[in-house]
């Protein structure tokens, strides 16, 4: 294939150039056989073997991850560990060679298809990324029955670039910055394990371009560029040179961009923006702060509940809380409140739905099971008197829930009151708006919430109808669709009038291209993964509210995503050819 070019989604910024390194599709053969009554406790005790094997190596793949990137990151595979461990998972394998005489490959293939079917039904995007975990355990299990060799990806030649049917969060983490220099993969999204790895290496990596595994020969040479998702495959003597000179403005742009992260974001005639970081673990609060984060705008707490069979405790809950508020005291921190899926172990008695709506999730599933959302808000006021804490409700989608939900936070805080224990009585509430009804009433809301915070990964599936998580509607996830920006601008407008402030927490946030448009309709917080704040605060810094008004007022002639987007980026490129091409 010669001097073409093939548009992804970029998922981890930065330009890569260097030689195609193919792992296609890796089609392990398992040959379905019976086995003899005599032979079952054979091929029993070779599953076990084999879970123990590959239990090392992922034991080992986790120290290696908490080495090259800290103990939050390393619990990623927690999640591997925990199914390898799970005494279910291997007694239902244990029991297919038994009941039906199958050999131990077979009888793993049935049982993981079956579990990784039924995640990837549920529509829940933390859940989806628990398929791809079950996937990736079993492909190493299966790799260990048939003793078949394990990719290696720690031998590679200095200017590799990585194309892959997909790669596991596993693989990721063994990824050697020095060598690797970026990844393409024909599966996956934004928000999978292997992207949030990719970032966090610092990797230029591009996701969702199905077939590239066939289109690309081995030792191709490559450009990828992580911000706009493009991959050159055997680019012309002119587009390679001017890659390079973009590659090395990115590169000297980025070393200063830590310099920038401690400088307050404020553009050329004063309008303020508050920037904050997103996080899910109390261990990346450090490395926010690092980043020049002004607070955490969204401390996802999810990850509290994983990986276990039992709800945490409210101390459990409390110890985490205490430890991001007071990492990141003064500066404030918004707790984002259980946003999960009935299905999730400790509260298995919630209903199952189907991945077509979204289902008893968030703050339904809290409102169903008071006692689960109380511990919660117990624990967060409790730790409000060691730093500055705000709550927040995802997925509201009208104010009697928004009411409900405070009623509850009033009744605790009245326990708290008659048992001495005290806490913030300031503590303010807000409301996410990341489903298009809420964005429909923000006013109605704004006047019952101390602020608003846009989660706009939900409010544009929502607002646009697709899955956030499959590859094949990703073209329409268009954040710059008018439909949303209309819902963005609706929201913001209601805040300023009732005089709160408003906040966006979704990917869009830490996007550079977005950055104007948020400014220039008002936004006073752009919460995003802590990687993106140097640079979103140096856009601020470049821009002016005065000059942001002037784009705007062009963009809403536009009537098509991809209108809004080629006039950005013209505008983005004048001001900063160093980072935007003018071409969508
Ligand atoms: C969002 O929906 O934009 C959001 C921030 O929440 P999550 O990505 O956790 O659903
Ligand atoms: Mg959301």
């Given amino acids: 294939m010669a001097g073409s070019e093939l548009t992804g989604i970029g998922v981890a910024p930065g330009i890569a150039i260097g030689k195609a390194v193919l792992l296609p599709r890796r089609e392990l053969r398992v040959t379905r056989r019976t086995v003899a009554a005599a032979e079952v406790p054979l091929e029993q005790g070779r599953l076990r073997e084999a879970a123990a094997r590959a239990r090392r190596q992922m034991e080992e793949i986790r120290t ?10 390393a619990s990623i595979f927690d999640s591997h560990l925990a199914i390898l461990a799970d005494a279910q998972f291997l007694a239902e394998i244990q029991e297919r060679i038994a009941a039906v005489g199958l050999n131990a490959e077979a009888a793993l293939q049935e049982v993981a298809r079956r579990y990784a079917d039924a995640l990837a039904r549920l529509e829940d995007g933390y859940l989806q ?16 029955l048939l003793g078949a060799e394990v990719p290696r990806l720690d031998a590679l030649s200095p200017d590799t670039i990585i194309v892959a049917h997909t790669l596991a969060p596993s693989e990721t983490a063994q990824l050697d910055r020095r060598r690797v220099q970026g990844f393409v993969t024909e599966v996956g999204g934004r928000t999978s394990h292997t992207a949030i790895l990719a970032r966090s290496l610092e990797i230029p ?4 371009l199905p077939g590239i595994t066939s289109q690309v020969r081995e030792h191709d040479l490559l450009i ?7 991959v050159l495959v055997n680019p012309d003597q002119e587009v390679l040179a001017s890659y390079q000179a973009r590659k090395e403005a990115y590169e000297q742009f980025t070393r200063q961009l830590h310099v920038l992260g401690a400088l307050p974001a404020e553009t050329a005639d004063g309008y303020r923006v508050r920037v904050t970081a997103n996080i899910e673990f109390p261990g990346e609060a450090a490395a926010a702060r690092l980043h020049g984060a002004e607070g955490v705008g969204l401390y996802r707490t999810e990850f509290l509940y994983a990986n276990r069979t039992t709800p945490p405790t409210e ?5 985490a809380y205490r430890t991001v508020a007071e990492a990141m005291a003064p500066n404030p921190v918004t707790i984002r409140t259980l946003d999960l899926g009935g299905e999730v172990a400790p509260v298995a008695a919630a209903e199952p739905d189907s991945r077509a709506a979204p289902r008893l999730r968030a703050i339904r599933l809290c409102l169903r099971r008071p006692d689960l959302f109380r511990t919660q808000l117990r624990a967060i006021l409790r730790a409000s008197v060691h730093g500055s804490l705000r709550v927040m409700f995802p997925l509201v989608s009208g104010v009697g829930e928004l009411r409900e939900a405070r009623a509850h936070l009033e009744a605790v805080k009245g326990e708290l009151e008659a048992a001495g224990v005290p806490f913030d009585p300031r503590l303010e509430v807000g409301v996410m708006i990341e489903t298009p009804s809420a964005a429909v009433i923000a006013d109605l809301l704004a006047r019952e919430a101390d602020f608003l915070s846009l989660g706009t990964n939900d409010l544009i599936q929502y607002t646009l109808a697709i899955d956030r998580g499959n590859e094949q509607v990703a073209y329409l996830y268009e954040p710059l669709h008018p439909a949303v920006l209309r819902l963005i601008r609706n929201t913001i407008s209601a805040a300023r009038d009732a005089g709160i402030w408003v906040a966006m927490c979704g990917e869009m946030a830490g996007d550079p291209l977005y950055t104007a448009v948020l400014v220039a309709l008002g936004i006073d917080e752009l919460s995003m993964n802590p990687g993106a704040i140097p640079l979103v605060k140096r856009i601020i810094r470049t821009l002016s509210t005065g000059e942001a008004l002037q784009v705007i007022h062009q963009l809403s002639a536009c009537s098509t995503a991809r209108e809004v987007e080629g006039l950005l980026r013209r505008e983005m490129a004048r001001r900063l050819p160093e980072l935007f091409s003018a071409a969508a």
């Fill in 129 to 144: 990324g628990r398929r791809t975990d079950v996937d990736d355990v079993a492909e190493r299990l299966l790799q260990s």
């Fill in 315 to 319: 101390e459990e809950h409390f110890a």
């Fill in 224 to 230: 990828l560029d992580g911000i706009t998702g493009a």
């Fill in 64 to 73: 290696r991850a908490a080495e090259a990137l800290g103990p939050h990151y």
């Fill in 205 to 208: 990596a591009v996701v969702g």
